[in-house]
RNA sequence: GGGGAUAUCGUCUAGAGGUUAGGACGAGGGAUUUUCAGUCCUUAAGCCGGGGUUCGAUUCCCCGUAUCCCUACCA
């Protein structure tokens, strides 16, 4: 039998990295095993602002770009379809009323407030929370129906309710963590169908899963607790349950849920930043899942899906290594072919305002230059814009410079000397290319009896306006003759 | 309150009934050097607690503790 997994979000909102992981999850198993990856849109949830299906979109791009397409969804189609789940209701109440009528599942009439009152009370009290199941009972039914539409003046308004067993056990086999009891007693009757008519996740899930065929179903651990109702479903319509995998949750460094506090959560976020996209797979597959006793982190796309188990998943939570994500970036920047990078940096560039769109053959050749010398300083494409400033922007003096800088290597005592040699050095020399320029200076500084590091670190700040960068006749290099010299000339003349 | 899961360096993790408990990020130190970074070398840092089982447990079992998840007409 091939597998079919699938990867189920809802669109409330930008999807969380840690949703996305278990989408690699998903997509990784599935190229190991060979079979299908499904996605399929769960909006059953139309309680305003929750339900945002601007999200939809964030979805779908998060996906292109970590490359794990679905091969059935709702942008592409196949042959389960409908793939979103708001076009698939006459279905949900055609499988409600067949639960009902096999004695699975009973229509409740109780209003919310009956049930938020009961809530409390047995909260007050101290006691297990739950439905007390007064419509399970026929009588009981018939009764609040009454009740409710003498209130009301008209037919009462109804949910549809599994009817849990009352006793035994119902067992969860999870693939990692093996066999997990739920004694039926401490199940609730969960909604299945909400008065609106859209189904909740329980009977959505279980229908779905069961008519797309899906064989494994790999969800994050937050659902373990609720297992027990959703195979409790699964069992009412006599189907057998995929199997069922619970990788841990994604946790900050407080260990709490990952959120806003702790910095980006959500994946486009990651994107805008300047991650790529196998960097971003690479750290979130090892963010609960390890490829065993082989002591290696990097791991291309082939190497990953070779490696890949659902015995590799951990049983534990993680936190969120901001760190180490940028570690990994960095690496795979430096791994990159140079012109994808300076592509990528471009647009960087270009959101930041240093760049026109298009750009100009003249920014684009400074780019070129530039970008290539600082690829092996950069974790995050993002941080080329505050690195690349001084060359694209125009320097003023002071008001461009670093305070610290200018005291420490502007006000040198030899400063004047060193400027105007430097322009006279710098508007003779014939060759404006590194090595030239090094041993210019490098002569320079003999000739001056200074030391190699007095001539260099004033120079940087003069022309760039700050002490960290590229090496120094690099950057002079990337910035042109005409720059150099004019940036030269006013701060000599300001100082 | 009820139910479920989990527990190895600060973090991500490997590991086996007997190991010097391994790797990576981060941190410290050093080398390279023209600053930052990178690269290379290096140091420190860990088996939650208590009972069992066993010749021997960090590893298996139980209890405790802690943490997380569920306890919605959210997913």
Redesign the pocket.
């Known amino acids: 039998m091939p597998v079919r997994v699938r990867y189920?979000p809802?669109p409330?909102g930008s999807p969380h990295v840690g949703n996305l992981r278990t989408a690699i999850y998903n997509w990784l198993f599935v190229k190991k095993m060979g079979g299908q990856f499904i996605a399929r849109l769960?909006d059953?949830?139309r309680?305003p602002g929750?339900y945002m299906p601007e999200g939809i979109w964030d979805i779908e791009e998060s996906l292109r770009y970590l490359g794990t397409i679905p091969d059935e969804w709702w942008v592409s189609g196949g042959s389960s379809g409908p793939y979103i789940q708001s076009e698939r209701l006459p279905l949900y109440k055609e499988y409600a009323d067949k639960l009902i009528a096999s004695g699975h599942a009973y229509r409740c009439y109780?209003?919310?407030e009956r049930?938020e009152a009961m809530?409390q009370e047995q909260q007050a009290k101290?006691?297990?929370?739950?439905?007390d199941r007064c419509c399970r009972s026929d009588d009981g039914r018939e009764e609040m129906r009454t009740k409710r539409r003498e209130e009301l003046g008209h037919e009462p308004?109804c949910?549809v309710r599994l009817a849990m067993p009352l006793e035994g056990q119902t067992v969860v086999h999870d693939l990692v963590?093996?066999d997990?009891?739920?004694?039926n007693r401490?199940q609730?009757d969960q909604?299945l169908l909400?008065?609106?008519g859209?189904p909740?996740?329980f009977l959505a899930c279980a229908v779905d899963d069961h008519l797309m065929g899906v064989t494994h179903v790999i969800r994050g651990?937050?659902?373990?607790?609720?297992a027990a109702k959703f195979v409790a479903v699964i069992n009412a319509f006599g189907w057998d349950p995929p199997a069922l995998v619970h990788p841990?949750?994604i946790?900050g460094s407080d260990?709490?849920?990952l959120s806003k506090r702790h910095g980006s959560t959500q994946f486009t976020e990651f994107v805008e930043q300047g991650y790529l996209p196998e960097a971003l797979l690479n750290f979130l597959v090892?963010?609960?899942w390890?490829a065993?006793?082989e002591?290696?982190?990097l791991f291309t796309l082939p190497e990953l899906i070779e490696r890949f188990s659902l015995e590799?998943i951990?049983?534990?939570?993680?936190?969120f290594?901001y760190?180490?994500l940028?570690?990994m970036n960095?690496?795979y920047i430096?791994q990159s072919p140079p012109g994808r990078i300076i592509g990528l940096c471009i647009q960087q560039l270009q959101k930041a305002g240093l760049i026109s769109n298009p750009p100009s053959e003249i920014e684009l050749e400074l780019a070129r230059k530039l970008i290539p010398l600082e690829i092996?300083?950069m974790k995050v494409l993002s941080e080329i814009v505050p690195m690349a400033e001084p060359f694209f922007h125009e320097l003023r003096f002071p008001e461009g410079y670093d305070e610290k800088a200018v005291t420490k290597w502007l006000h040198v005592e030899y400063i004047h000397a060193l400027l105007r040699n430097e322009i006279d050095i710098f508007t003779k020399i014939e060759n404006w290319e590194?090595t030239s320029l090094?041993t210019a200076i490098r002569t320079l500084a003999e000739d001056m009896q200074l030391k190699?590091?007095g001539v260099?670190?004033p120079t940087?700040v003069a022309v760039t306006g700050r002490?960290?960068?590229?090496?120094?006749?690099?950057a002079l290099w990337a910035l042109g003759r005409e720059t150099t010299l004019q940036r030269l000339h006013s701060v000599l003349e300001a100082l």
């Open positions: 189920a809802s409330t769960e059953t949830d309680t929750r109780c209003s919310r049930l809530r101290g006691i297990p929370t739950g439905y308004p949910v963590k093996g997990i009891v739920y004694d401490t609730d909604v909400k008065t609106d859209f909740t996740y651990d937050d659902w373990l607790s609720s841990p949750l946790m260990r709490k849920k090892l963010l609960g390890s065993g006793d002591n290696r982190e590799g951990s049983e534990h939570p993680a936190i290594d760190d180490k940028k570690w960095g690496m430096r092996e300083r590194p090094e190699f590091a260099i670190h940087r002490t960290v960068g590229p090496g120094l006749f690099e």
